[in-house]
């Protein structure tokens, strides 16, 4: 099996992600930012797409990309604000699934949250009022504080478990199939 993992990231956190699932992939795979890209994605027997949410989606970058990937087997990963769990994680997943062309579903899909670049919350603060949704509140702060050590050790070692289970998976696939 051939992978290359592809990420977008503005601040890091995904690019961490990305390295460390690159870290349990056959020695040797690409880990590359998204604009380096090769051209010819054909001879990849899998995909690894990494993005950072924005405004509920995959950033500009990543759509880009995730909207012309022609491959059949791909895998999502992403870091956002929120925690993990929360319905705007999944539901910011599924729209990044959507950009997919050709409807493929993903063999894996990973999120955690990334810390927030603190230029950007107090922008949002300055451009929002108290009791505007994206408005300063007691919740946010919390929520932008707990993000702030993440993606953490914790995350990365579940980066790196969910990219071997998937390995595990495709691997698997490939061996029934011969
Ligand atoms: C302009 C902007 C918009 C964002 N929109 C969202 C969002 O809709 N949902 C969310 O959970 N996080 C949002 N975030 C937080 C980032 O997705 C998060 O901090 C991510 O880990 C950044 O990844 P990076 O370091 O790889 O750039 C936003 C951040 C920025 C700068």
């Excluded at 108290?130 to 914790?154: F, I, L, V």
Aim: glycine share 6%; proline share 6%; hydrophobic share 40%.
């Amino acid at each position: 099996m051939k992978y290359i993992v592809l990420y977008s990231s503005r601040t890091g956190n995904t690019k961490k992600i990305a390295q460390a699932m690159t870290e349990v992939l056959p020695e040797g795979t690409l880990c590359l930012p998204m604009k380096e890209a090769p051209a010819d994605l054909s001879n990849y027997d899998c995909v690894c797409m990494g993005f950072w949410a924005d405004k509920g989606t995959a950033n500009n970058e990543a759509q880009k990309y995730l909207s012309r990937l022609q491959n059949d087997t791909v895998v999502l990963f992403a870091t956002l604000g929120v925690p993990p769990q929360m319905p705007h994680a999944l539901k910011t997943m599924a729209a990044a699934r959507a950009l997919l062309p050709k409807g493929q579903e993903p063999v894996g899909e990973f999120h955690c949250q990334g810390k927030v670049d603190p230029a950007v919350i107090e922008m949002m603060y300055k451009i929002f009022p108290k009791g505007h949704a994206h408005g300063q509140s007691a919740e946010r702060d919390a929520r932008h504080q707990m993000a702030a050590t993440h993606p953490d050790a914790n995350d990365l070692a579940n980066a790196k478990a969910f990219m071997l289970a998937v390995r595990g998976k495709l691997e698997t696939r490939d061996t029934e199939q011969f």
